[in-house]
């Protein structure tokens, strides 16, 4: 990938023919101007303007309102020549508001971080997909299905998800290892089987104790009205829960982005959602279970299904960091 940085009109042809071409302003700051120096600027510029103003009325103070009116133009200077836009600026996708070619990193930070996102996004997606895919089919059987109810409230519970995982911030230091570039390679396929793997054993185990406390009926019918069954309430907070798994277990984080823990919204978002069905497995709130539709849970099966959902987690925790460190990063290729 070919990077050009380029000031004028002799970089136009550079700009346009590299991967990525940015137009830097020659005549601006190298850094980012402080907010207490601009602050103290706005105030004089404002105190010279009120001076000016009492000078207009007093026609004695005609040589301190000349001295005003040349240092009112020396700040208006100042201004004038921080930005102006030429041809390379035309050219390049990019234009940086400093003279300094630091807007690299910035560039880097931001394409890693957007980058990084979009593939844990696609992954996430591939792994709620087949998850959801078997809870229905595993409802289907027993002529079961959601109810409205708990359809709303899941899309609800995880929209959050959805929306603050693509809100993450790139960190402020460039990190030297490389995310892939592509969904796919040997971690995010492998990632992606193994933990579904869990899931489909962990989803399998529960909905057979169900059929076992709960036989399944002779006759199936698929047109019957909604009703809350065993089946239904385990499938629903299972479902839910792997869900909510598959957005804290693959959450990227550093080195290109914030952490879960610094990403406030996402992680509240996440805690909120497990908490919620902790109030649904052990039925601390009965009206809870009992407005979306759901059963409370026999005694026995309270534990063996928050077991279960907490070795699932641990279990696919283990398996994705342990191949993120074997082959999560992308190596550079030799160029001979």
Request: proline content about 3%; hydrophobic content about 45%; glycine content about 4%.
């Amino acid at each position: 990938v070919t990077v050009m940085c380029g000031d004028g009109t002799n970089d136009v042809g550079a700009l346009k023919h590299a991967d990525v071409g940015v137009a830097i302003i020659s005549n601006a700051p190298e850094v980012k101007p402080d907010k207490k120096a601009v602050q103290e600027k706005q105030n004089m510029k404002q105190q010279i303007t009120q001076a000016l103003e009492m000078g207009r009325r007093e026609k004695k103070m005609q040589e301190r309102q000349k001295l005003l009116e040349e240092k009112l133009k020396e700040l208006q200077a100042e201004e004038d020549t921080l930005v102006k836009l030429g041809d390379a600026s035309i050219a390049s996708p990019f234009t940086s508001k400093y003279s300094s070619v630091k807007c690299i990193c910035n560039i880097i930070r931001q394409g890693r971080c957007t980058l990084v996102t979009t593939l844990q996004m696609f992954k996430i997606l591939a792994l709620n997909a087949l998850i959801i895919a078997y809870c229905q089919s595993a409802l289907y059987l027993d002529g079961v299905k959601f109810s409205d109810g708990q359809a709303t409230l899941q899309g609800l519970l995880l929209a959050g998800c959805f929306l603050f995982i693509s809100r993450s911030k790139p960190l402020d230091k460039l990190s030297a290892s490389r995310p892939h570039a592509s969904i796919f390679n040997l971690y995010t396929i492998t990632t992606v089987v193994l933990q579904f793997l869990v899931h489909l054993y962990t989803i399998v185990r529960l909905v057979d104790k169900c059929h076992v406390l709960e036989p399944r009926a002779a006759r199936v019918d698929l047109d019957a009205e909604f009703a809350p069954t065993l089946l239904n309430t385990v499938v629903y907070i299972v479902s839910v829960t792997l869900q909510l798994n598959t957005f804290v277990i693959n959450y990227r984080g550093h080195p290109y982005m914030e952490s879960l823990t610094e990403n406030k919204p996402l992680c509240y978002s996440a805690l909120a959602t497990a908490a919620f069905m902790l109030l649904l497995v052990f039925g601390s709130a009965p009206e809870v279970n009992t407005e979306f539709s759901l059963m409370v849970l026999p005694q026995g099966l309270k534990y063996e299904v928050f077991i279960a959902l907490l070795l699932d987690s641990l279990t696919t925790l283990v398996v994705d960091r342990v191949l993120l460190w074997a082959c999560g990063d992308a190596k550079l290729k030799k160029m001979y």
